[in-house]
Nanobody
């Protein structure tokens, strides 16, 4: 399974970005799709997850500002990021897990700065 992430970039504080991650290849039995982020010198952290049943989970730091969604026909997961803060600056990685497999995207840089 290959994941292609897009949508990162430079945005001012208070702005918005939408990340997308499309899965392709031998896809079957997707259990969950999610986004993680990592800054240099720190561990990768979970940002948001959506399960195949539509349940969602958000890190406390992004609750009320980020929204995760998915298109199960297109095998794509999205992360709508609003009210962005400088501390949201990181490389964002998408992750998709299925029955017996776990794939990561290549990472997309999000920079929040004035």
């Amino acid at each position: 399974v290959q994941l292609q992430a897009s949508g990162g970039g430079l945005v001012q504080p208070g702005g918005s970005l939408r990340l997308s991650c499309a899965a392709s290849g031998s896809i079957f039995g997707i259990n969950r799709m999610g986004w993680y982020r990592q800054v240099p010198g720190k561990q990768r952290e979970l940002v948001a997850v959506i399960t195949s049943g539509g349940s969602t989970y958000y890190a406390d730091s992004v609750k009320g500002r980020f929204t995760i969604s998915s298109d199960n026909v297109k095998n794509t997961v999205y992360l709508q990021m609003d009210s962005l803060k400088p501390e949201d600056t990181a490389v964002y990685y998408c992750n998709v897990r299925g029955i017996g497999w776990d794939s990561w995207g290549q990472g997309t840089q999000v920079t929040v700065s004035s």
